[in-house]
T-cell receptor
Framework: DAMVIQNPRYQVTQFGKPVTLSCSQTLNHNVMYWYQQKSSQAPKLLFH???????NEADTPDNFQSRRPNTSFCFLDIRSPGLGDAAMYLCATSSQGASQPQHFGDGTRLSIL | QQQVKQSPQSLIVQKGGISIINCAYENTAFDYFPWYQQFPGKGPALLIA?????SEKKEGRFTISFNKSAKQFSLHIMDSQPGDSATYFCAASSGYALNFGKGTSLLVTP
């Protein structure tokens, strides 16, 4: 089945230690998104790629970076994780164009020690 | 500023009953209104979506009602089942960003 796969499902890192989360998709979608979801809250968009075109949300901290080396893969880099960055990180994809259905992976739960 | 307001925050419905969740928005540029279902430890799954040129859309037990003039839309779950117990998010979009409501935790009791 075509899907969005996130690895790892759970990630523990130390305060200030860089961490990378990964996402892959078999849907061949042009657009890939990263959302942050804190406990009992709605997902919040961090940024998205339209093909290789990177689009950052205005309030996304500089601590968060992303890379998309090809259509299938996208990475979220957190350069110096703080305690407030503990959350579920969700990757999503959609076909080209705005206002299209977004398909989510099951997320990576990030804990900061 | 919350662009999409969702209510209620939590809902308890008996098996076989109708679950109703409401959302309201202000931005008239929104042109896509999806509903997502999320189980604990899982990502949101797209349930059903509507565009503003339609007032109602039904898929199985799930129906979206859309009132463009009132800038409101709602999700109706008919014949609610215990397996429907989850968190439901409405959302609205006019571009790439999904603006989510705060979510409704639905519990369907046997």
């Amino acid at each position: 089945d075509a899907m969005v796969i996130q690895n790892p499902r759970y990630q523990v890192t130390q305060f200030g230690k860089p961490v990378t989360l990964s996402c892959s998709q078999t849907l061949n979608h042009n657009v890939m998104y990263w959302y942050q979801q804190k406990s009992s809250q709605a997902p919040k968009l961090l940024f998205h790629y339209y093909d290789k075109d990177f689009n950052n949300e205005a309030d996304t901290p500089d601590n968060f970076q992303s890379r998309r080396p090809n259509t299938s893969f996208c990475f979220l880099d957190i350069r110096s994780p703080g305690l407030g960055d503990a959350a579920m990180y969700l990757c999503a994809t959609s076909s080209q164009g705005a206002s299209q259905p977004q398909h989510f992976g099951d997320g990576t739960r990030l804990s900061i020690l | 500023q919350q662009q999409v307001k969702q209510s209620p925050q939590s809902l308890i419905v008996q098996k076989g009953g109708i679950s109703i969740i409401n959302c309201a928005y202000e931005n008239t540029a929104f042109d896509y209104f999806p509903w997502y279902q999320q189980f604990p430890g899982k990502g949101p799954a797209l349930l059903i979506a509507i565009r503003p040129d339609v007032s109602e859309k039904k898929e199985g037990r799930f129906t979206i009602s859309f009132n463009k003039s009132a800038k409101q839309f709602s999700l109706h779950i008919m014949d609610s089942q215990p397996g429907d117990s989850a968190t439901y998010f409405c959302a609205a979009s006019s571009g790439y960003a999904l603006n989510f409501g705060k979510g409704t935790s639905l519990l369907v009791t046997p």
